[in-house]
């Protein structure tokens, strides 16, 4: 009797323990899928920065979009 009322609880505690840990995924411990896009404009010029690293765009197109990114950051909102 002792014996199963051990492997109950065991498994009782067991299933808590799931519910709680599947109820805190919510980025805390790093289990969810990253964005396709950086959110951030620093994002946005590493990734730029990275696709120039490749060969994927020429120093002309990298410095128009660099611009581009630059021109339209986000700043403080007027009042």
């Not at 299933?15 to 950086?38: E, K, M």
């Not at 620093?42 to 990298?62: K, N, P, T, V």
Request: proline letters at 6%; zero cysteines; aromatic letters at 6%.
């Amino acid at each position: 009797m002792s014996l199963t009322t051990l492997i109950v609880w065991t498994l009782i505690v067991a299933a808590a323990a799931l519910v709680v840990r599947a109820l805190r995924r919510d980025g805390a411990d790093g289990h969810t899928a990253a964005a396709p896009y950086p959110a951030s404009d620093q994002g946005a010029e590493r990734l730029l920065a990275e696709r120039f690293a490749r060969g994927d765009i020429d120093d002309e197109e990298y410095g128009r979009r660099l611009a581009v990114l630059r021109s339209h950051a986000p700043g403080p909102t007027p009042l």
